[in-house]
């Protein structure tokens, strides 16, 4: 997409994600609330549309980083004053020193952090000692020069609240249009389901055994996972891997009778958003997730099933799939709780009032 322009109102927003749509993280932070932003916004990604499908082939690597952060000096050096207010996913050039965030705050212009995942983990325990040396303490210096924080999880809020004062959390959201609930085909399978990506995938295998046996206990039983890409699974018996696609996510999930989200025990995987959880609510499904604190507020005590253990997680798909009536109507309340918490209907106006008084005040 490169960058879009629309003129409505008077404040004008200038918003810089990581990546262009067909990136998730950008997708569901950025652009899914541009459409019904009433102001003026212009939105550049540091990485351009096509970077996603290209981002494991080391020869593109280093060509779209030159690209990539040539242009976004050229976008912060040419745009920012134009607009009251920067709109900034995590830092404006990933492994790379903060020196774009320092002259726009020696220049006092206004920009806004937005975090959905712990990136300063990869800073701080990076292997290599030069950048933990160079980059370090660069999300502190970063988070303390902004006018405002977003972040999507509480753990990530209270990371940074160390730094900042003026933080909401806004968790990541649906589209209620793009998940409009109806009744798949009758079916006597049950079928277990995640829904992930590459980077993802090693946290459902983590619980690979535990699946396999149970889908051997019970013959009825599927796995259907989409976008995995681990080979766990490879070869095995009713399991469905299934290519993630944005038109039909939705359709695929609908089949699921249980959503799980398996996460290691890691300091990055702490500041996870729990947007899954939040994707397999939507489609009134239960679900059985790792009880990391996103993941427990997500819940907000519907009924939804914790596991840290094989033994749990092997515990908890039994329970869901002997109580189904049961766990039925948890997944009829997590529709609910999405409704009123989780969608871009309900969390659109938390961010414009925010970005408003960053703009009013003086």
Known sequence: MGYVICFINEMRILFLPKYDIDGASSRYRTYQYLSGFNIKYKVSSFFPYGYIGKMNKMKYKVAYAIYSIMRRIVIVASQSYKYDL????????????PILEYILHLCHKKFVLDFDDAIYINYVCHN?????????????YIASWASGITTGSPELTSYLLSFNSNIIEIPTSIDLDKYKLYSPKPTNKYVIGWIGSRSTSKHLDTIAEVLLRFISYHKEAELHLIGYYGTAFRNAERVLLIPWNAKTEFHEMLQFHVGLMPLI??????????????????????TISTPFPANVKIDGGNGNLFASTSEEWFISLETVC???????????????????????????????????????LQ
């Open 86 to 97: 920067i709109v900034i996913e995590k830092e404006l050039i990933p492994y790379f020193p």
């Open 128 to 140: 290599f000692s030069l950048i933990r040396w160079l980059l370090g303490r660069k999300i502190p």
């Open 265 to 286: 025990d890691l300091p990055f995987e702490h500041g996870k958003c729990g947007f899954k959880l939040v994707q397999y609510m939507a489609c009134a499904k239960p």
């Open 322 to 360: 002997s109580k189904r009536f049961f766990y039925e109507n948890v997944g009829r309340r997590n529709r609910l709780c999405v409704e009123r918490n989780y969608s871009i209907q309900m969390n659109q106006n938390k961010y414009l009032e925010f970005f408003k008084l960053i703009v009013d």
